[in-house]
């Protein structure tokens, strides 16, 4: 499951399309965490897509990450700013990958 507490224990090593993205990243089999407010483990994620099509909001949507070991895409929390804390994708994913911190 993703570390709830990934804040404190990564590093953030960058944004990509404007999304915050939590070290150690060595693509193609390391792709970190992304994502703050909403956080997708993408090392954890095998491209289920409950959280795409459960989500009220669409807060996710697909990257490619080809040659990752779990999946080739991810659910990408693009649009984490519009999240109202329903906690739906956090029971959907099969695999706990992600992390919905209200406050
Ligand atoms: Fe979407 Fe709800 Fe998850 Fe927020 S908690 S990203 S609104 S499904
Ligand atoms: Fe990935 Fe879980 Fe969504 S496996 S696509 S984060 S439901």
Do not use: Y
């Not at 960058?14 to 939590?22: F, H, K, Q, R, S």
């Amino acid at each position: 499951a993703i570390d709830p507490n990934f804040e404190t224990n990564r590093e953030r090593v960058g944004d990509e399309d404007g999304v915050a993205v939590w070290g150690p990243v060595e693509p193609p089999e390391k792709q970190g965490i992304r994502g703050t407010h909403v956080a997708v483990d993408f090392d954890i994620c095998l491209a289920d897509g409950a959280c795409l099509e459960d989500c009220p909001v669409d807060v996710f949507e697909w990257v490619d990450t080809p040659g990752h070991p779990e999946s080739e895409r991810k659910a990408n929390p693009a649009d984490e700013d519009q999240c109202i804390d329903c906690m739906l994708c956090v029971d959907v994913c099969p695999v706990d990958a992600i992390d919905v911190d209200p406050g």
